[in-house]
């Protein structure tokens, strides 16, 4: 069985970062590949519900961007959180562009992504009009731990709602 890319597809993925901007996109271009991952949601009555997931991720828009898709559980498991993120660098904050969505969800946000010390952390809104912030930690070639943190307001304190702990896959 052959497997034709389609159109839209071909004109979406890239194979890498334009010449002149791999510097630019070496905060998020690690991440370049495909995941697998344990995955903890903190309920808001105290308790937890552990999952599995997998998240891939390529570059998009002749390289000018890199683009996610977030899937809990594992397919072939119907999901209960199917997402995807684009991130975009902007040369003119020195940060980058975060757009999620998981239609699945109805569940929406807009963050600005830097480095901080050895780690990622993204700020921002979610379509509740809770701030977001979600980081990556403990980042290494081969393997990342994801927080998802929100509050109401600048005041309270942050509450972490989920964590991923990834590991690449071969695929």
Not at 7 to 35: C, H, N, Q, V
Not at 90 to 108: A, F, T
Not at 113 to 118: D, N, Q, T, V, Y
Request: glycine share 12%; aromatic share 12%.
């Amino acid at each position: 069985m052959t497997i034709t890319i389609s159109p839209f597809l071909a004109a979406l993925g890239s194979e890498g970062p334009p010449a002149g901007r791999t510097k630019d996109m070496d905060l998020y271009g690690w991440l370049i590949g495909s995941w697998e991952m344990d995955s903890v949601h903190y309920l808001d009555d105290g308790t937890t519900r552990k999952s599995n997931g997998e998240c891939h991720f390529g570059w998009v828009l002749e390289g000018r961007a890199i683009q996610d898709v977030w899937i809990r559980p594992k397919r072939p498991a119907p999901s209960t959180m199917y997402g995807t993120t684009l991130r975009i660098f902007d040369p003119g904050i020195g940060g980058w562009h975060i757009i999620w969505s998981d239609p699945l969800n109805q569940d929406y946000s807009r963050q600005i992504g830097r480095a901080e010390g050895k780690d990622i952390v993204q700020i921002g809104d979610d379509s509740r009009g809770l701030q977001t912030r979600w980081r990556f930690t403990e980042i290494t070639a081969n393997s990342f731990h994801w927080i998802g943190e929100e509050r109401s307001a600048g005041s309270d304190p942050w509450q972490v709602t989920y964590e991923h702990l990834a590991r690449r896959t071969n695929s």
